[in-house]
């Protein structure tokens, strides 16, 4: 499972004050830059645990099978919409009784379509993630990432090296591993 960073909520201007102050820069000359390496630092950090840090809207597509179906991203929040999509890509909502749909403990979301005639692919909206805003994000994880992102502003020159450990020893509590 990989998260995609386009959708990513812009980084406020707190969590880039954060880095800032993590880098003792008293500037605003490079906040744009910081901005981008936090982002980058976010975007790692969710693959690394395998979950969405801000709630933000998915969608997944994938095959109707008469099986329950895991949803990409968690922790799932809500399944919003069932759609049925058509080859030429047109979707149509299915109503409630089409299809049964879950959402686990651990966040994970599963849908399961009832037989429909002529439905061979679906369209699932969610809302994933772990938090509602970047200032109720877990204090571990946002540490990691204003660290991270303070390591990556460091080395932006190609100065080579590992990022720090602590980092990963911030983020491993709270990772999420699919086993094969």
């Given at each position: 499972?990989?998260?995609?960073?386009?959708?990513?909520?812009?980084?406020?201007?707190?969590?880039?004050?954060?880095?800032?102050?993590?880098?003792?820069?008293?500037?605003?000359?490079?906040?744009?830059?910081?901005?981008?390496?936090?982002?980058?630092?976010?975007?790692?950090?969710?693959?690394?645990?395998?979950?969405?840090?801000?709630?933000?809207?998915?969608?997944?597509?994938?095959?109707?099978?008469?099986?329950?179906?895991?949803l990409s991203k968690r922790p799932v929040q809500a399944i919003t919409l069932v759609e049925a999509v058509a080859p030429d890509g047109a979707a149509t909502v299915l109503p409630a009784s089409a299809y049964a749909m879950d959402i686990d403990s651990d966040g994970s979301g599963w849908v399961k379509l009832?037989?429909?005639?002529?439905?061979?692919?679906?369209?699932?909206?969610?809302?994933?993630?772990?938090?509602?805003?970047?200032?109720?994000?877990?204090?571990?994880?946002?540490?990691?990432?204003?660290?991270?992102?303070?390591?990556?502003?460091?080395?932006?020159?190609?100065?080579?090296?590992?990022?720090?450990?602590?980092?990963?020893?911030?983020?491993?509590?709270?990772?999420?591993?699919?086993?094969?």
């Open positions: 499972m990989s998260f995609q960073p386009e959708n990513l909520p812009a980084m406020p201007v707190e969590l880039i004050q954060e880095v800032k102050g993590f880098l003792r820069l008293d500037h605003g000359e490079d906040d744009a830059a910081i901005a981008q390496m936090l982002s980058s630092a976010v975007h790692l950090c969710e693959n690394f645990i395998g979950q969405m840090l801000i709630a933000r809207p998915v969608s997944d597509r994938m095959p109707v099978r008469g099986e329950w179906q895991k009832h037989p429909v005639s002529n439905v061979t692919r679906i369209a699932v909206t969610y809302e994933a993630g772990l938090a509602a805003d970047w200032a109720t994000v877990p204090a571990t994880l946002r540490h990691g990432a204003v660290r991270l992102a303070g390591y990556l502003y460091t080395h932006r020159d190609g100065e080579t090296g590992n990022p720090p450990s602590a980092i990963t020893a911030l983020w491993r509590p709270h990772r999420r591993m699919r086993l094969a």
